[in-house]
């Protein structure tokens, strides 16, 4: 019997014993090849030396001291790191401990920017459908999974959700990508000026959509035509790179690839690569500047803000990136994963799209391709499917999000940044035989 609070409350899952590299052991000696990182978490793999190097030092110097007494040495070299590779304009790095911790801080950061810029009035977030941001009330509002919502949808902030950019669902045969975009950029317009212009403070958005939205990338124009439309009315623009950022879509952050620069970014999961629990927000100068010109205090906070260890980690993690040029090995290699997962999977029956950039990639499964109708939600296909892949020995991470009223099924890989074509190819045939397992003779 289990004292650990495990979230299925019904199923224990196997003990993780050990890892390396691109792969982890179980107490009873299996071997799983991670081709999810977790949940997007793991860029370097497991068990990197360089990296627990930079953790036992930073462990003999120092390891935990309270930013209200302290910085430390290695939280401004991190932030210098971050700063240095930072979108244009961003000037300051509010460290926390991982995502949903980052993207309640942005939301409160941007309240508080209206706050002591004499906007009080502004108190409402524009977030999308088909989004996560984490699990904290904030966070969960904002976010756009209405099941994951619904049992605390009376204690939320307000919040109103906009289409997300999903085309395979939802751009029209008569319109193309950038017209696509543009209506999309429209839409979101409209949700401003029906709450009042002057009373949002943000539009947040995944650059390219996540978990459950089994990786949403978006159409060219769109984020360009986002950014216009929160100009026009004085709106901040979040980004959430959480999950997509820090090199997981082929470049530092997914936004260079859409030619914007948000407000505020939050950036989590490879930010670490899993060796300690951190998060961070990036925040432009102005933000900064209003409040360090107001009342010089950003009115929220956490015990391990920039925590030593973590930060410790991080700057490993990164430092070891950027020499090893691995973000450019994403981005060349997520070609060839993209080419393999088209070719293994792109005319399975119950393939329904395949989408993805670098080292994050989504496949949809439907029940038909022909109506795109999604599985039956009792049909349990995206649980199914993660049982099936594990038995194989490969880690991927399925998940049923909600399409059009219906639970629709999707998986996620996401591998270390590490792994080789060898990985790669074994990563689509391990998922391959998983997916015709489970989905044959499924029924609607
Ligand atoms: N934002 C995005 C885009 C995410 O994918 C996640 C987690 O999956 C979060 C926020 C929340 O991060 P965490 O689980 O570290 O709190």
Same mark, same amino acid.
Request: net charge negative; hydrophobic share 45%.
């Given at each position: 019997?289990?004292?650990?609070?495990?979230?299925?409350?019904?199923?224990?899952?196997?003990?993780?014993?050990?890892a390396q590299g691109m792969f982890i052991?179980?107490?009873?000696?299996?071997e799983y090849l991670d081709a999810s990182g977790g949940a997007a978490v793991s860029s370097l793999g497991h068990g990197h030396p360089e990296v627990m190097?930079?953790?036992?030092?930073?462990?003999?110097? #120092?390891?935990? %001291?309270?930013?209200?007494?302290?910085?430390?040495?290695?939280? =401004? $070299?991190? /932030? @210098? +790191?971050?700063?240095?590779?930072?979108?244009?304009?961003?000037?300051?790095?509010?460290?926390?401990?991982?995502?949903?911790?980052?993207?309640?801080?942005?939301?409160?950061?941007?309240?508080?920017?209206?706050?002591?810029?004499?906007?009080?009035?502004?108190?409402?977030?524009?977030?999308?459908?088909?989004?996560?941001?984490?699990?904290?009330?904030?966070?969960?509002?904002?976010?756009?999974?209405?099941?994951?919502?619904?049992?605390?949808?009376?204690? #939320?902030?307000? %919040?109103?959700?906009?289409?997300?950019?999903?085309?395979?669902? =939802? $751009?029209? /045969? @008569? +319109?193309?990508?950038?017209?696509?975009?543009?209506?999309?950029?429209?839409?979101?317009?409209?949700?401003?000026?029906?709450?009042?212009?002057?009373?949002?403070?943000?539009?947040?958005?995944?650059?390219?959509?996540?978990?459950?939205?089994?990786?949403?990338?978006?159409?060219?124009?769109?984020?360009?035509?986002?950014?216009?439309?929160?100009?026009?009315?004085?709106?901040?623009?979040?980004?959430?790179?959480?999950m997509c950022g820090m090199g997981r879509t082929g470049?530092?952050?997914?936004?260079?690839?859409?030619?914007?620069?948000?407000?505020?970014?939050?950036?989590?999961k490879g930010l670490g690569g899993g060796y300690?629990?951190?998060?961070?927000?990036?925040?432009?100068?102005?933000?900064?500047?209003?409040?360090?010109?107001?009342?010089?205090?950003?009115?929220?906070?956490?015990?391990?803000?920039?925590?030593?260890?973590?930060?410790?980690a991080a700057?490993a993690v990164q430092?070891v990136i950027?020499?090893d040029g691995l973000v450019?090995k994403v981005r060349?290699d997520g070609?060839?994963f993209?080419?393999?997962?088209?070719?293994?999977?792109?005319?399975?029956?119950?393939?329904?799209?395949?989408?993805?950039?670098g080292f994050f990639w989504?496949?949809?499964?439907?029940?038909?391709?022909?109506?795109?109708?999604?599985?039956?939600?009792?049909?349990?296909?995206?649980?199914?499917?993660?049982?099936?892949?594990?038995?194989?020995?490969l880690l991927c991470y399925?998940?049923?999000?909600?399409?059009?009223?219906?639970?629709?099924?999707?998986?996620l890989l996401a591998p270390p940044y590490i792994a080789t074509r060898d990985h790669l190819?074994e990563i689509?045939?391990?998922?391959?035989?998983?997916?015709?397992?489970?989905?044959?003779?499924?029924?609607?």
């Amino acid at each position: 019997m289990t004292h650990v609070f495990h979230r299925h409350l019904r199923h224990t899952p196997p003990v993780a014993a050990s890892a390396q590299g691109m792969f982890i052991r179980d107490a009873e000696g299996r071997e799983y090849l991670d081709a999810s990182g977790g949940a997007a978490v793991s860029s370097l793999g497991h068990g990197h030396p360089e990296v627990m190097a930079a953790m036992h030092a930073q462990l003999d110097r #120092l390891a935990y %001291a309270h930013t209200s007494f302290f910085t430390s040495e290695v939280a =401004e $070299q991190l /932030a @210098d +790191e971050l700063i240095g590779s930072a979108p244009e304009g961003m000037s300051h790095v509010y460290l926390v401990s991982g995502g949903s911790e980052a993207v309640e801080s942005a939301l409160k950061m941007a309240r508080q920017y209206f706050v002591e810029t004499g906007q009080p009035q502004r108190t409402h977030f524009i977030a999308r459908r088909q989004s996560y941001h984490g699990n904290t009330l904030g966070a969960l509002a904002v976010g756009g999974n209405a099941w994951r919502r619904e049992p605390f949808a009376p204690i #939320l902030v307000p %919040a109103t959700h906009v289409a997300p950019c999903y085309p395979y669902r =939802e $751009q029209r /045969a @008569d +319109e193309s990508a950038e017209q696509y975009g543009l209506r999309l950029a429209a839409e979101l317009e409209a949700a401003i000026v029906a709450q009042g212009a002057d009373r949002v403070i943000a539009f947040v958005a995944e650059t390219v959509g996540g978990a459950t939205a089994g990786v949403l990338t978006p159409v060219p124009g769109y984020f360009k035509a986002v950014r216009a439309v929160c100009d026009k009315y004085g709106v901040l623009l979040i980004l959430d790179e959480v999950m997509c950022g820090m090199g997981r879509t082929g470049s530092l952050h997914a936004c260079e690839q859409e030619g914007v620069a948000p407000d505020l970014m939050t950036i989590a999961k490879g930010l670490g690569g899993g060796y300690q629990p951190i998060g961070a927000v990036l925040a432009q100068r102005k933000v900064v500047e209003a409040m360090s010109k107001g009342s010089g205090f950003f009115q929220h906070g956490h015990t391990y803000l920039g925590h030593p260890m973590a930060c410790a980690a991080a700057l490993a993690v990164q430092q070891v990136i950027r020499r090893d040029g691995l973000v450019a090995k994403v981005r060349e290699d997520g070609i060839a994963f993209g080419a393999m997962l088209a070719e293994a999977l792109g005319d399975h029956p119950h393939v329904g799209d395949i989408r993805g950039r670098g080292f994050f990639w989504g496949v949809e499964l439907v029940a038909d391709r022909a109506s795109k109708q999604p599985f039956d939600p009792a049909l349990a296909v995206n649980t199914r499917l993660k049982k099936d892949a594990m038995a194989r020995g490969l880690l991927c991470y399925p998940f049923g999000g909600t399409v059009d009223g219906r639970q629709g099924d999707h998986v996620l890989l996401a591998p270390p940044y590490i792994a080789t074509r060898d990985h790669l190819q074994e990563i689509v045939a391990l998922l391959a035989a998983s997916v015709d397992a489970v989905t044959r003779g499924a029924a609607r």
